[in-house]
Antibody
Framework: EVQLQESGPGLVKPSQSLSLTCSVT????????WGWIRKFPGNKMEWIGH???????SYNPSLKSRISITRDTSKNQFFLQLNSVTTEDTATYYC?????????WGQGVMVTVSS | DVVMTQTPPSLSVAIGQSVSISCKSS???????????LHWLLQSPGRSPKRLIY???NLGSGVPDRFSGTGSQKDFTLKISRVEAEDLGVYYC?????????FGAGTKLELK
């Protein structure tokens, strides 16, 4: 069974970087596409970006200057780095298998940006 | 960006009732391969989102056939026949035809 699990700090200070890890079991990240999505307080959902089986990336232009999605195939993990965070980046961050039309999701990690 | 307009924002239903949720996109969601990448997700309280339907009308694995999706081009509908308690939560439509991918604002399904 495909499983994803996010990990990372729950609190980040403004202007610092947010770094999250998605660990995947049951499926190789060298197949398919793997993405990051966030849900803001309230219901708004935003696609952040994804990384492909080959390591190529696609980012939301609204975040493109601040984000980087990378991977470690030896650990079957992919990563999100979001730079220069503000309080508007406070959200629950999810990783998901994008290529299956979001058919598998992690449990999510709530990240608060606050001093 | 493609704007996904979802209505209604909330629904109050009785168990056993049937409901429909509408999702309209600002652009056609037909991709160059001829497929339409419009999907429906459900986020139950305290849970991660779960994909219900992909590419307009294909039921996800393990999803009961009380759920059905229809539509084309820019106009899509999710129907739930005979609502059960486990169906409560927030429903989203999402498109992966265009970049950036975008989501509807959500429809909250509650018990009457």
């Amino acid at each position: 069974e495909v499983q994803l699990q996010e990990s990372g700090p729950g609190l980040v200070k403004p202007s610092q970087s947010l770094s999250l890890t998605c660990s995947v079991t049951g499926y190789s990240i060298t197949s398919n596409y793997w993405g990051w999505i966030r849900k803001f307080p309230g219901n708004k959902m935003e696609w952040i970006g994804h990384i492909s089986y080959s390591g190529s990336t696609s980012y939301n232009p609204s975040l493109k200057s601040r984000i980087s999605i990378t991977r470690d195939t030896s650990k079957n993990q992919f990563f999100l780095q979001l730079n220069s965070v503000t309080t508007e980046d406070t959200a629950t961050y999810y990783c998901a298998r994008w290529g299956g039309a979001f058919d598998y999701w992690g449990q999510g990690v709530m990240v608060t940006v606050s001093s | 960006d493609v704007v996904m307009t979802q209505t209604p924002p909330s629904l109050s239903v009785a168990i056993g009732q049937s409901v429909s949720i509408s999702c309209k996109s600002s652009q056609s969601l037909v991709y160059s391969d001829g497929k339409t990448y419009l999907h429906w997700l459900l986020q139950s309280p305290g849970r991660s989102p779960k994909r219900l339907i992909y590419q307009v009308s294909n039921l996800g694995s393990g999803v009961p056939d009380r759920f059905s999706g229809t539509g084309s081009q820019k106009d899509f509908t999710l129907k739930i026949s005979r609502v059960e308690a486990e169906d409560l939560g927030v429903y989203y439509c999402a498109q992966t035809t265009h970049f950036p991918n975008t989501f509807g604002a959500g429809t909250k399904l509650e018990l009457k």
